[in-house]
């Protein structure tokens, strides 16, 4: 065997009543027994053990006596029997799925050329087939209009094949009666800088409702909004600005600096 567990609980169980020459002389008939997968001969364990004098000896037929089991002319030993034949069983195991795997690799080989040859065969009558196909095919649409999707007729009559229809714009919302156009355009060029969307008329309806939650009119939210740096406007921001305001501080349980933020950081897409 070229590796055997080594269980050191059991070791220093088994053997801890042991004289280091006692020790020493049961180590040397395990490694033969383990090196040699077989029992020990009677006539040989004076040499593997090394027992010349007198109280070597004596050592060695304790060890004997102790830890192994003499059947004829052998000395078995239980533990050592059972490695083994786990050692064995398990390289028997190992070689039957090595030839296993060889087994079924050629055989997936010799299918892959199979397969390959009949695979060459059919395309060869495919390509036979097909050619007069093909050719009837080619004088078929000679003999038809080209197929095109993108062709846009102008007003003179002229076909445009070089741009494909675009989706119509949204439409631009109209400045309020209740707001000055002053207002309205210096709004939608802060709302153009911060990259925003074109304002549509739900996120102005929106923006109407926060302003009447604060009591203050549409032209109040709007002014608000470009003296804050706003795109947009809501009674929550409105009212931790107010707070910021009041408390002389720029940063108020976690919000931050209040003129470097706008609405659509914490409501994203809504306006």
Same mark, same amino acid.
């Given at each position: 065997?070229?590796?055997?567990?080594?269980? !050191?609980?059991?070791?220093?169980?088994?053997?801890?009543?042991?004289?280091?020459?006692?020790?020493? !002389?049961?180590?040397? %008939?395990?490694?033969?027994?383990?090196?040699?997968?077989?029992?020990?001969?009677?006539? #040989?364990?004076?040499?593997?053990?090394?027992?010349?004098?007198?109280?070597?000896?004596?050592?060695?037929?304790?060890?004997?006596?102790?830890?192994? +089991?003499?059947? *004829?002319?052998?000395?078995?030993? @239980?533990?050592?029997?059972?490695? +083994?034949?786990?050692?064995?069983?398990?390289?028997?195991?190992?070689?039957?799925?090595?030839?296993?795997?060889?087994?079924?690799?050629?055989?997936?080989?010799? *299918?892959?050329?199979?397969?390959?040859?009949?695979?060459?065969?059919?395309?060869?009558?495919?390509?036979?087939?097909?050619?007069?196909?093909?050719?009837?095919? /080619?004088?078929?649409?000679?003999?038809?209009? &080209? !197929?095109?999707?993108?062709? +846009?007729?102008?007003?003179?009559?002229?076909?445009?094949?070089? #741009?494909?229809?675009?989706? &119509?714009?949204?439409?631009?919302?109209? /400045? &309020?009666?209740?707001?000055?156009?002053?207002?309205?355009?210096?709004?939608?060029?802060?709302?153009?800088?911060? =990259?925003?969307?074109?304002?549509?008329?739900?996120? %102005?309806?929106?923006?109407?409702?926060?302003?009447? =939650?604060?009591? %203050?009119?549409?032209?109040?939210?709007?002014?608000?909004?470009?003296?804050? *740096?706003?795109? *947009?406007? @809501?009674?929550?921001?409105?009212?931790? $600005?107010?707070?910021?305001?009041?408390?002389? $501080?720029?940063?108020?349980?976690?919000?931050?600096?209040?003129?470097?933020?706008? &609405?659509?950081?914490?409501?994203?897409?809504?306006?």
């Amino acid at each position: 065997m070229l590796f055997v567990q080594w269980h !050191i609980g059991d070791w220093v169980r088994e053997t801890h009543l042991l004289s280091p020459l006692e020790r020493g !002389i049961y180590m040397d %008939l395990l490694v033969e027994y383990y090196d040699s997968e077989a029992p020990l001969m009677r006539s #040989h364990c004076d040499r593997i053990s090394r027992a010349y004098a007198d109280d070597e000896r004596e050592a060695m037929r304790f060890v004997l006596e102790k830890f192994f +089991i003499l059947q *004829g002319d052998c000395y078995r030993h @239980t533990r050592c029997d059972e490695e +083994i034949t786990r050692y064995r069983n398990k390289q028997a195991k190992a070689k039957k799925s090595a030839e296993a795997r060889w087994n079924k690799g050629s055989g997936e080989k010799s *299918g892959r050329r199979e397969h390959a040859d009949e695979v060459q065969t059919q395309c060869e009558r495919n390509a036979n087939a097909s050619e007069t196909q093909m050719q009837k095919q /080619c004088e078929r649409n000679a003999n038809q209009e &080209p !197929i095109t999707n993108n062709h +846009i007729t102008t007003p003179d009559g002229v076909v445009d094949t070089a #741009h494909e229809p675009r989706a &119509p714009r949204a439409k631009v919302v109209p /400045c &309020p009666d209740d707001v000055t156009p002053d207002a309205w355009d210096a709004w939608l060029q802060i709302r153009r800088d911060k =990259k925003q969307r074109s304002l549509t008329a739900y996120a %102005l309806n929106r923006t109407r409702a926060e302003a009447d =939650k604060c009591g %203050l009119t549409l032209q109040q939210a709007i002014d608000y909004c470009i003296t804050r *740096g706003w795109a *947009g406007f @809501t009674k929550e921001y409105y009212d931790n $600005s107010k707070n910021s305001q009041s408390s002389n $501080s720029k940063r108020d349980k976690g919000w931050g600096d209040i003129d470097s933020y706008s &609405p659509e950081d914490y409501h994203e897409g809504l306006f």
